[in-house]
């Protein structure tokens, strides 16, 4: 029995300690990640006592997360229509836009295909056995993309290649490891330093491809959401939009 | 339901027990009679899809047979296609992820085949593949039997190995897992529980055949 205490006081040890100091839970666009990590590292640099934990994925599937009770405290969707619809159902307020993605085509640097100039008409070509984008489904950027392709004209003959990816990161990931040949991803991503060191991409015009609004919400449940409205406002604040602007960013 | 992914999911299915029954038994049938030290290890690498995480076996065969490296080239010179994204590349992705679940099965059934039986054929002048085939395999069939059962039933369920080398291309690579994690994400529930329900019932029945199959006693052969 005196051993049971024992075990029950060493695991309530982490446990209480967990509690005191529980984490900003955010979830993120898988798109934001290269430009996330950096405003997370800079928002704590001037808040040394807040500590953010961010998991990036679809922003199809975290909609899902949170409609079933996920404990989140800040969405930064892909788009606006998910923060809204979460905003109509009570579970999130003050949606507010806080970048504007566009879309890029990248190549692995031994690809040959002439991007600059056919576009994304040369995706058709035969040389692309398999283009990566996120599901359509579940990622407002494999939309944007699917209706881009849609645009140049080039969707019928593509969409035999196309693999989709649970998010832009499994896209990009495809497309990195080799296995796809081309991907359609967030310029954001695109030019992350992982892929810009072991490729190319283009932007896909807007003409296109429509700017796509990225919004924000702090959520109902959010247990600090004091803090979740500082990072968001730090997001939007000069020092936010100066970094979202360096990794390929318009700005609302 | 997704019609296209349940054929698809039968499909892939099907070849991976046929493949696991032809590679495994041989597998199977050495690992019981052995007496080598390499036994051990080849039992190991037999079960280590049973404790490895899928994501660990989707990461590797998708960064080691990727078109760029040495193994993916060879697999496309076989194929004419690359690894990821394809059918062929599903079924060989299964084949390893069930592998334990068929050739445990397999040796367990082989290994409790009388040995005097067994030698008796021999010195009655039998070949070893006559005896394999007329005296061990009827007396183990019911083992081998739930073991291509199990695997059959095991790639059905597979998920995190397709989700990393899949890509979720219709008719190709969607199985019905992938579609039931499609159909959840995007909150069509109506569809993800006739999807899932199909999954739950097809998995249980497959266990209740497995169990009969293991504790049954079948006639012997000679008394047929």
């Given at each position: 029995m005196r051993y049971l205490m024992l075990?029950?006081?060493?695991?309530?040890?982490?446990?209480?300690?967990?509690?005191?100091?529980?984490?900003?839970?955010?979830?993120?666009?898988?798109?934001?990640?290269?430009?996330?990590?950096?405003?997370?590292?800079?928002?704590?640099?001037?808040?040394?006592?807040?500590?953010?934990?961010?998991?990036?994925?679809?922003?199809?599937?975290?909609?899902?997360?949170?409609?079933?009770?996920?404990?989140?405290?800040?969405?930064?969707?892909?788009?606006?229509?998910?923060?809204?619809?979460?905003?109509?159902?009570?579970?999130?307020?003050?949606?507010?836009?806080?970048?504007?993605?566009?879309?890029?085509?990248?190549?692995?640097?031994?690809?040959?295909?002439?991007l600059e100039r056919r576009g994304l008409a040369a995706l058709a070509d035969p040389a692309v056995r398999k283009v990566a984008l996120a599901n359509p489904a579940l990622a407002p950027y494999g939309r944007a993309a699917e209706a881009a392709l849609r645009a140049a004209g080039v969707l019928d003959a593509v969409r035999p290649k196309l693999v989709l990816g649970t998010s832009v990161a499994q896209a990009a990931q495809f497309a990195l490891t080799g296995a796809a040949d081309a991907a359609l991803l967030p310029r954001s991503l695109a030019s992350a330093p992982e892929l810009a060191a072991a490729g190319r991409s283009v932007p896909v015009p807007d003409a296109l491809s429509a700017p796509i609004e990225q919004s924000a919400v702090v959520l109902g449940a959010a247990h600090a959401p004091a803090l979740a409205r500082d990072l968001l406002a730090f997001v939007r604040g000069a020092e936010g939009r100066r970094i979202l602007a360096r990794h390929g960013y318009a700005l609302p | 339901m997704d019609l296209q992914a349940l054929r698809l999911s039968l499909w892939l299915a099907t070849l991976t027990t046929l493949a696991l029954v032809l590679l495994g038994l041989p597998l199977a049938h050495w690992l019981a009679t052995t007496r080598s030290r390499l036994r051990f290890a080849v039992e190991a690498v037999v079960a280590l899809p049973i404790v490895l995480p899928p994501t660990v076996l989707g990461f590797y065969l998708l960064v080691?047979?990727?078109?760029?490296?040495?193994?993916?080239?060879?697999?496309?010179?076989?194929?004419?296609?690359?690894?990821?994204?394809?059918?062929?590349?599903?079924?060989?992705?299964?084949?390893?992820?069930?592998?334990?679940?068929?050739?445990?099965?397999?040796?367990a059934a082989l290994s409790g085949v009388d040995r005097r039986l067994v030698e008796a054929a021999h010195t009655l002048g039998?070949?070893?593949?006559?005896?394999?085939?007329?005296?061990?395999?009827?007396?183990?069939?019911?083992?081998?039997?739930?073991?291509?059962?199990?695997?059959?039933?095991?790639?059905?369920?597979?998920?995190?190995?397709?989700?990393?080398?899949?890509?979720?291309?219709?008719?190709?690579?969607?199985?019905?897992?992938?579609?039931?994690?499609?159909?959840?994400?995007?909150?069509?529930?109506?569809?993800?529980?006739?999807?899932?329900?199909?999954?739950?019932?097809?998995?249980?029945?497959?266990?209740?055949?497995?169990?009969?199959?293991?504790?049954?006693?079948?006639?012997?052969?000679?008394?047929?």
């Open positions: 075990l029950l006081a060493v695991l309530a040890g982490p446990a209480r300690a967990v509690a005191e100091r529980q984490p900003l839970a955010v979830a993120a666009a898988a798109n934001l990640k290269p430009a996330l990590d950096e405003l997370v590292q800079a928002f704590q640099a001037s808040r040394p006592e807040a500590t953010v934990r961010v998991t990036y994925g679809a922003s199809g599937a975290f909609f899902a997360q949170i409609r079933s009770g996920a404990p989140l405290d800040l969405f930064f969707s892909a788009d606006r229509e998910y923060p809204q619809k979460l905003v109509e159902a009570g579970l999130a307020q003050g949606e507010v836009v806080y970048a504007i993605g566009r879309l890029a085509v990248w190549v692995p640097a031994r690809s040959r295909l002439d | 080691g047979l990727a078109p760029r490296t040495a193994a993916g080239r060879g697999f496309e010179a076989l194929l004419g296609h690359p690894f990821p994204f394809s059918f062929a590349g599903l079924l060989v992705a299964s084949v390893l992820y069930s592998l334990p679940f068929a050739v445990q099965p397999f040796a039998a070949s070893p593949l006559a005896t394999f085939f007329r005296v061990t395999l009827p007396l183990a069939w019911h083992g081998v039997l739930a073991g291509a059962v199990l695997a059959f039933a095991h790639t059905l369920g597979e998920f995190g190995v397709v989700l990393m080398v899949g890509g979720n291309v219709p008719g190709e690579t969607r199985t019905l897992s992938i579609a039931l994690f499609e159909q959840v994400e995007a909150l069509d529930y109506a569809a993800a529980n006739r999807t899932a329900a199909f999954l739950l019932a097809a998995s249980f029945l497959v266990l209740v055949a497995v169990h009969a199959l293991q504790q049954r006693r079948f006639p012997r052969w000679d008394a047929r």
